[in-house]
């Protein structure tokens, strides 16, 4: 981050609780106007789909990005999750869904590894606010196909 950003943050910070919740809802805000969650859907629709019918191992880190970013997105939808814990999943799901990080998603089998990684612990802290499963996500994707 740059030094400029921390200070702007800084100097809206105040020591009372309803300013920290301004300033946490302002927090939130910067990062949802660099965030696209159309994009982080597709993304997610597109990997289940790929990985839907295939074993567990053989689905890969595919496979294991659909369960991470499933998680976060229904996360992110919980109306209970307090906002600073929802601007770091929107930095992780915007980590996700960008190609260009530390291993490129393109590169074949090991591109969303670092992807996986740096939101493993996002996820931890945000399973209480997720309902997300596999079912939904699949019977989401089949409405989507039978209105097609």
């Given at each position: 981050m740059?030094?400029d950003?921390?200070?702007?943050l800084?100097?809206?910070?105040?020591?009372?609780a309803?300013t920290k919740?301004?300033s946490?809802?302002d927090?939130v805000e910067?990062y949802?106007k660099?965030?696209?969650?159309?994009l982080?859907?597709?993304l997610?629709?597109?990997?289940?789909?790929?990985t839907?019918?295939?074993?567990?191992?053989?689905?890969g880190t595919a496979?294991?990005i659909v369960?991470?970013l499933g998680?976060l997105?229904s996360?992110l939808?919980?109306?209970?999750?307090?906002?600073?814990?929802k601007?770091?999943v929107?930095?992780?799901i915007?980590?996700?869904i960008?190609p260009?990080?530390l291993?490129?998603d393109f590169a074949p089998?090991?591109?969303?590894?670092?992807d996986?990684?740096?939101a493993?612990?996002?996820?931890?802290?945000?399973?209480?606010?997720s309902?997300?499963?596999l079912?939904?996500?699949?019977a989401?994707i089949?409405q989507?196909?039978s209105?097609k």
């Amino acid at each position: 981050m740059s030094e400029d950003f921390i200070e702007e943050l800084n100097s809206e910070q105040d020591d009372s609780a309803d300013t920290k919740k301004v300033s946490e809802a302002d927090l939130v805000e910067k990062y949802q106007k660099h965030f696209d969650k159309n994009l982080a859907m597709k993304l997610l629709v597109k990997l289940r789909k790929s990985t839907r019918n295939k074993p567990k191992a053989i689905a890969g880190t595919a496979g294991a990005i659909v369960s991470v970013l499933g998680k976060l997105l229904s996360a992110l939808d919980n109306p209970d999750i307090p906002a600073h814990i929802k601007a770091l999943v929107i930095g992780a799901i915007g980590y996700i869904i960008l190609p260009i990080d530390l291993i490129p998603d393109f590169a074949p089998g090991i591109g969303y590894a670092d992807d996986i990684a740096s939101a493993a612990g996002v996820v931890t802290a945000v399973g209480i606010y997720s309902d997300f499963s596999l079912e939904k996500l699949d019977a989401y994707i089949d409405q989507i196909d039978s209105k097609k």
